[in-house]
Nanobody, 125 residues
Framework: QLVESGGGSVQVGGSLRLSCASS????????MGWFRQAPGKQREGLAA??????????YYADSVAGRFTISQDNAKNTLYLQMDSLKPEDTAMYYC???????????????????WGKGTQVTVS
């Protein structure tokens, strides 16, 4: 089970930190990530990471690279998304996902994940 929190309304240029609490250990080589979906648009992969014996590599979509940061706290089984310099086009429902590709890889951004949260709304104006 994945439960997102931290969404809300923020002004342009502001910041938000999303959290995703997992009932399963986040210390996993299966990819975990953040997606978003705006009305009338396809679900978009934003950031992803996996955590294996060598540590995790992080992946970012071009649209958020340099502004968003994905991280995890394995002791708390929680995934985070720090969002800075927010823009109106960042307005969407944001979803946490788990059970993605092994070690993420080139297809991390495709919504082929086994587990999804219900989402948290982010509105930037």
């Amino acid at each position: 089970q994945l439960v997102e929190s931290g969404g809300g309304s923020v002004q342009v240029g502001g910041s938000l930190r999303l959290s995703c609490a997992s009932s399963e250990p986040t210390f996993s080589r299966r990819c975990m990530g953040w997606f978003r979906q705006a009305p009338g648009k396809q679900r978009e992969g934003l950031a992803a990471t996996s955590f294996g014996t060598g540590g995790g590599r992080r992946y970012y979509a071009d649209s958020v690279a340099g502004r968003f940061t994905i991280s995890q706290d394995n002791a708390k089984n929680t995934l985070y998304l720090q969002m800075d310099s927010l823009k109106p086009e960042d307005t969407a429902m944001y979803y946490c996902a788990a059970g993605g590709p092994f070690n993420c890889g080139a297809n991390w951004y495709r919504p082929n994940y086994s587990y999804w949260g219900k989402g948290t709304q982010v509105t930037v104006s």
